[in-house]
């Protein structure tokens, strides 16, 4: 099918085909799955990033920023690149802004890039290598110094938006903490003061903030080496047996009998 006979491509592979009638694609051979009636559920367009505010802020992947017809598509005509090592693939279609730090994120020069994107009332696309670390820092921040938002609730915001975000290993170079660190100082510059608790991983999920390790419960209880209240794993109960004469190295005849038969047997 040309594209000039389809508005919207299909929103899993980005070619043009009747994907909602279960057309194969002549072109990657993608078949968009059937929707359960009973359900009724949408399918995900994974090719298309996450709308963080509706005709503004948009949050994805370099996948999606390499994809200019679905960007087109979706009306987005200016792209915040996070990554230094990203290239521009589309200078000419679009309007780029760089962040150029690799190390650090500069928040306040994305910021503006931002600000005016709102005022000229522009689409754009925020976007790292995958979608999931250095891109919704920035879009974290932004919400934090444009919309008044605390850390926590700019956070759950965007985590509800894109479930894939996790900004633990962001800078795992730096340390786990370093983009929390970075987070919670510019929290601190705009409001005067930073709430003192990590950004709030659970709040959407359950999934513990950190390089994949998982967090102490601390309901469970640690085990106390030498207190006398503390069971041992080797204590047993009691076993119900009568006790027996027992004389330690003896053999079956230590009994002497009264029969003088054995005496003589044993003669």
């Keep these: 099918m040309r594209k000039r006979e389809r508005e919207n491509p299909c929103g899993v592979c980005g070619h043009y085909h009747k994907y909602e009638e279960?057309?194969?694609?002549?072109?990657?051979?993608h078949r968009a799955?059937?929707?359960?009636?009973?359900?009724?559920?949408?399918i995900h367009m994974s090719a298309f990033p996450s709308e963080i505010f509706p005709d503004f802020l948009y949050l994805g992947s370099y996948d999606n920023a390499?994809?200019?017809?679905?960007?087109?598509?979706?009306?987005i005509s200016h792209i915040l690149n996070t990554v230094p090592?990203?290239?521009?693939?589309?200078?000419n279609s679009f309007t780029y802004h760089c962040v150029q730090e690799e190390n650090a994120l500069t928040f306040d020069d994305a910021i503006q890039f931002l600000d005016q994107c709102e005022k000229d009332k522009a689409r754009?696309?925020?976007?790292?290598?995958?979608?999931k670390s250095r891109s919704p820092a920035i879009v974290v921040a932004f919400l934090m110094k444009s919309r008044g938002w605390r850390l926590a609730q700019s956070y759950q915001w965007v985590k509800e938006k894109r479930p894939s975000v996790d900004l633990s290993p962001a800078f795992e170079l730096l340390g786990q903490d370093a983009v929390n660190q970075q987070l919670q100082e510019?929290?601190?510059?705009?409001?005067g003061s930073a709430e003192s608790c990590h950004i709030p991983v659970g709040s959407v999920s359950s999934a513990p903030f950190g390089y994949g390790f998982q967090k102490a419960d601390d309901t469970n209880p640690v085990?106390?080496?030498g207190n006398l209240t503390t069971n041992s794993i080797f204590d047993q109960a009691a076993l119900n047996i009568p006790p027996q004469d027992f004389t330690f190295g003896a053999t079956?005849?230590?009994?002497?009998?009264?029969?003088?038969?054995?005496?003589?047997m044993e003669s």
């Design 22 to 29: 279960g057309e194969v694609c002549s072109i990657c051979g």
């Design 33 to 42: 799955p059937e929707k359960s009636s009973a359900s009724g559920g949408i």
């Design 66 to 75: 390499s994809r200019a017809e679905l960007l087109k598509a979706q009306g």
């Design 85 to 91: 090592a990203c290239q521009n693939l589309y200078r």
């Design 124 to 131: 754009v696309l925020v976007h790292c290598m995958t979608g």
């Design 186 to 191: 510019y929290e601190q510059k705009i409001f």
């Design 223 to 225: 085990p106390a080496f």
């Design 252 to 264: 079956r005849y230590d009994k002497i009998s009264n029969n003088p038969n054995d005496a003589q």
